[in-house]
């Protein structure tokens, strides 16, 4: 009768309707979830980016049930635990006292039988935090609010007429450095994307967009190779600062030799409903510029960079780079590159799964996150278009993000310190998109990487989160198909 006592009288009272909702860490702003989405009991909880899946939907029951996964598993100590510490897992719900929670006026929630709060383990923010029952103390990693609505959507894509250059010149970022095969990056632009070279007369052509801020025009270089094969030989810079990326091994490109042209018609695609071709990289193509004279940030100055790229053409060679790298084009130093790679490679651990990920190429090492260790936060991309991006504000912080490059919105896959070592940065202000800031030169480093590349940009700043995701935005919009 003791224990029926402390029950009736523990009264479970919940401050939002009794309807499956997200419970949102007021220290963290994540949400409260089964670790991967998994439905085994026992399975474990911590805190995630909220993305309204099922394993983040928790209903509370008059019973004082906390029950997730559709309504099929209620939250639990493990082993039934009471004391602190106890990891919280998700378990079949059986009406044992470990399954009875109460939502206090602040926020926090009680464990019946312990009288001990989920928790944040550690005050914890990041993707990955455990969640555990702790002596409650009304910090804001036991305080969880479950909203009466669910997030709002992603920002709607810009007005028709601008391009991702755009919108980083409107959040303070503008691009020194806009490179596609695809289409324009500014509303207004309507010069070459690129030229390609045919091999029966090695005569050249720039092919440009459909009109002002549009689409490529692959019909022109469709009819220009007609008959024959031809290389991409040149990405064109839209942005005005003169960045052009040569394919190393052209005399554009001095002392260049161990990299030649990606071939033209590798990879076509629909992209604004009309017919694209990609930079479709193999290992031993790759493209370089020497920017740092042009715009293009270097030292400590804060920087940021996007890539639209694919997760179905990768290998672990190194490395697909695209960003700032070395003028010397020699691995100088660490912080001498500040550019985005994508690629099965994972030198230092951090990475989850096959890959391929999105990394910080910052010369001596690819970093999923700040350090040589696990980061939870990484994910693989794996589907055929894919939006990676990078910034770094050259002295302490840098952030990794990716998403699908055909609908919805971004993750943040890294967001804090720079690695030990890298601080400040010392970039040197070169463009390298292929291959790694020591390539391609006599006794240089291999230059074995494979992807994709559809368009990117280099920028002068730290682009806010906001531009980020208006990026995003414009990204989907494009229709890459």
Known sequence: MGLLVVLLSYGPTWSAPMSPAPLVGSASG??????????????????????????????????????????????DALDGRTTPGAPAVIRSCDGRSTQVWRQNADGSITGAASGFCLDAGGAGTANGTAVILWTCNGQGNQRWTAPAAPPPPPPPPPPGGSGPCDIYAAGGSPCVA????VRALYGSYNGPLYQVRRSSDSATRDIGVLAPGGFADAAA???????????????RDQSGHGNDLWYQGSAQVPGSSQSSPAKATAESLTAGGTKAYSLYINPGNSYWRDGHLTGVPTGAAPEGAYMVTSGTHVNGGCCFDYGNSETT???????????INFGTECWFGGCQGSGPWVQADLEWGLYPGGS????????????????????????SRFALKGGNAQSGGLTTLWDGALPGGYSPMKKQGAIVLGSGGDCCKPGGGANLSAGTFYEGAVVAGYPSDTTDNAVQANITAAGYR
Request: charged fraction near 20%; hydrophobic fraction near 35%; charge should be neutral.
């Open 30 to 75: 994540r949400c409260l979830d089964v670790k991967g989405d998994v439905d085994t009991p026992g399975t474990t909880l911590d805190i995630w980016d909220c993305n309204g899946q099922a394993n983040q939907a928790f209903q509370p029951t008059s019973a004082g049930e906390l029950r997730t996964m559709n309504g099929t598993r209620c939250v």
């Open 178 to 181: 806009a490179h596609s095969t």
């Open 221 to 235: 270089q469709d009819a220009f190779c007609s008959g024959t094969s031809c290389v991409i030989t040149v990405v």
């Open 329 to 339: 084009r020699k691995a100088d130093a660490a912080g001498a590159m500040d550019a």
């Open 372 to 395: 040589q260790s696990w980061n939870p936060g990484q994910r693989a991309f794996t589907g055929r278009f894919v939006t990676a991006m990078l910034k770094n504000n050259g002295t």
